[in-house]
């Protein structure tokens, strides 16, 4: 039924493989459980309520996923939109946050009008294919930062931006561990070599003590807890009044909006490339269920009450463990409904434990920098910009938006005015107009 369903032989892959994928891109995403309740409480909401909304609306999201695109991609609230939620539309704009679900509420329905319309996949389809290497490229540098990041190996510096962390920490020492394991097993051509390097590093984290619960050296204290309050749960409805009374609402869904598609747009593109859902012409495999799926997400999300539910970059580590299909989708999703009741338990897979697997992902995916024309002018400037800024901006959607205005420009100059499709002047005008507010 499951190779039916999925196409497992065509798409080279096994029920086993689906599943170790399922489950390392789930570990390599679960620091969403912590993050997002954190983040989203600075607002006034109820921790264990957005903690629920954030496990049950990835579940449903992340199965969508799989059953309708059949794509080995997860989704969850993403990090970036969900600040933007807290502290830009909730904070600076000063909406409720009511309101802001309202908001997240309004941008789902409108991203699931264009994604039926077929709007959004003419924009995919409009990117150039250089460029879309050059996207999936970026995303893999930006997910080892994350990994960097999380891993305290590169940490704050007020002078020089970026500096190297504290060596002798445990939690460091431990994510090093995790990175050396996991070279040496890729090139060993170890099969699932990021899963077994995860596993080996949280086994060895647990013995030595450095993962615990809050960071303490110890096993958790419980393995299920069973509480289930959710005042959020169509909360969402209760604040479009002030939504559509504000005078920044529009700037407030404008911006949920962007962020949602162009994140998504290059996540999607990035696994595809790795996955070999890419078709000759350069399309995406069932784009549009794709993006149907992820619009689903962020729906489902703000009735839950959280923010914007978006396809997870860190998808990439399930489709380099071999993830190929909606499988692999489907077992992370599942995994999320589970730790609804195992939270306790996930406490010990810490960042230093998930980071050595996104560095090496990151490295796999930098590979695609292989196939991009650096000759040509127009797609390495337009292929450098997205990459460095995407970075240093630490946002997907925003290296995006400035490459394709490189892209724009460089080929202007160049006297290529009639190879630019119009799909790609509308979205220099959006992106000016994104910049502007």
């Given at each position: ?11 080279g ?9 399922g ?23 109820n ?33 970036g ?89 445990p ?63 169509g ?43 890419v ?25 839950l ?7 997870f970059v ?8 071999g ?38 992902v ?76």
């Amino acid at each position: 039924m499951l190779e039916k369903f999925f196409k497992l032989k065509e798409k080279g892959t096994s029920v086993k493989t689906e599943v170790m994928a399922g489950l390392t891109t789930f570990l390599a995403m679960a620091y969403i459980l912590a993050v997002n309740p954190n983040l989203l409480s600075a607002t006034g909401m109820n921790y264990q309520s957005v903690f629920l909304a954030t496990a049950i609306s990835a579940g449903i999201a992340t199965l969508v996923m799989g059953l309708v695109a059949n794509y080995p991609v997860a989704l969850a609230p993403g990090m970036g939109v969900n600040a933007l939620f807290a502290f830009t539309i909730c904070g600076s704009m000063g909406f409720s946050w009511q309101a802001a679900l309202a908001g997240v509420f309004v941008s789902g329905i409108l991203f699931l009008v264009i994604s039926v319309t077929g709007i959004r996949k003419a924009i995919i389809d409009a990117i150039p294919a250089q460029l879309k290497l050059a996207i999936g490229a970026g995303i893999g540098f930006f997910i080892a930062l994350i990994g960097l990041k999380n891993a305290g190996i590169v940490v704050g510096n007020p002078d020089t931006l970026v500096a190297l962390g504290k060596l002798s920490d445990p939690a460091v020492l431990l994510a090093i561990f995790g990175i050396l394991v996991t070279l040496a097993l890729l090139a060993r051509k170890i099969p699932a070599a990021v899963f077994y390097g995860l596993v080996i590093t949280a086994v060895v984290g647990v013995i030595l003590g450095v993962c615990g619960v809050e960071g303490m050296p110890q096993l958790p204290k419980a393995v299920v807890q069973f509480k289930f309050d959710m005042p959020t749960f169509g909360a969402f409805a209760s604040g479009f009044e002030e939504l559509f009374t504000h005078p920044q609402s529009i700037v407030a869904i404008f911006s949920l909006l962007f962020v949602d598609f162009f994140d998504t747009a290059g996540t999607l593109v990035a696994v595809a490339n790795r996955a070999n859902l890419v078709k000759e012409d350069g399309e995406l495999e069932n784009v549009e269920r794709a993006m149907l799926s992820d619009a689903v997400g962020t729906v489902a999300g703000a009735v839950l009450g959280t923010s914007t539910v978006t396809s997870f970059v860190e998808s990439t580590s399930g489709v380099e463990v071999g993830g190929r299909t909606g499988l692999t989708a489907c077992t992370t999703g599942i995994l999320f409904f589970l730790s609804i009741i195992f939270f306790p338990l996930l406490a010990t897979v810490t960042n230093a434990v998930t980071a050595p697997a996104l560095i090496i992902v990151g490295i796999l995916m930098a590979q695609q920098l292989g196939h991009i024309d650096w000759t040509d002018f127009v797609f390495a400037a337009s292929g450098f910009v997205t990459i460095i800024m995407m970075i240093l901006t630490y946002s997907i959607s925003t290296g995006i938006a400035l490459g394709f205005i490189t892209y724009a420009i460089t080929m202007l100059a160049t006297g290529k005015v009639k190879e630019i499709k119009p799909i790609i002047w509308a979205l220099l005008v959006i992106f000016v107009i994104y910049f502007t507010i």
